[in-house]
């Protein structure tokens, strides 16, 4: 089992939507919670970063983590075309750990 | 400013040769990772350095994979007698702190664009 396990879709949106976007995680240390987009051929771009359990909101972006369910979520409100790309959830316990840990990525379309 | 870059930006290379593959980081940033994604997966960490400090090498997949880091900047991925199952998208990132060190967004990790290994 690995130990960050997301959907990897595709998932297809229509413009204006709001899309959710899901990871769920094994690892009861994992206390650091990224977002990053990546589009095509491009390396990845962080998006959210949280510490710890809670919300985070900037713009249309929302990111919340639940450690007691170990669920890390992302909302996108008003999706726009411009928002289709691979999205990717990463985590780390931090600590001695200085890398994260990446799920598989979910591929999002966002049709005009 | 300058972001991470990375070259070649593709290598096609026949199996059993070796390649070296380059990271130059965003300067003033102390840590360096690499990682590793292949098809219709998620990154998968390689190794990371800090400063002077010794490697931390623990996601190395085997001993053909070795990597350097000269004077705390560029840093060198080396895959010596390269199989089909090294083809991936070879990824360096670095950030201006280690993770979990320093908040403000100082341990944020900035990729490159990426290396895409193909071996035929």
């Known amino acids: ?112 | 400013g300058a972001g991470v870059s990375q070259s070649p930006s593709n290598k096609v290379t026949e199996k059993g040769k070796d390649v070296e593959l380059r990271c130059d980081p965003i300067s003033g940033h102390t840590a360096l990772y690499w990682y590793r994604q292949s098809l219709g997966q998620g990154l998968e960490f390689l190794i990371y350095f800090q400063g002077n400090s010794a490697p931390d090498k623990s996601g190395l997949p085997s001993d053909r994979f070795s990597a350097e880091r000269t004077g705390g900047s560029v840093s060198t991925l080396t895959i010596q007698r390269t199989q089909q199952e090294d083809s991936a998208v070879y990824l360096c990132a670095s950030s201006r702190q280690p993770l979990g060190l320093a908040g403000g967004g100082t341990d944020t990790q900035y990729f490159g664009p990426g290396t895409r290994l193909t071996v035929l």
């Open chain 1, 1 to 112: 089992q690995k130990e960050v396990e997301q959907d990897p879709g595709p998932l297809s949106v229509p413009e204006g939507a709001i899309v959710s976007l899901n990871c769920t995680y094994s690892n009861s240390a994992f206390q650091y919670f990224m977002w990053y987009r990546q589009y095509s051929r491009k390396g990845p771009e962080l998006l959210m970063y949280t510490y710890s359990s809670g919300n985070k909101e900037d713009g249309r972006f929302t990111a919340q983590v639940d450690k007691s369910s170990k669920y890390i979520s992302l909302f996108i409100r008003d999706s726009q075309p411009s928002d289709s790309a691979t999205y990717l959830c990463a985590t780390s316990p931090g600590g001695s750990a200085r890398q994260l840990t990446f799920g598989s990525g979910t591929q999002l379309t966002v049709l005009p």
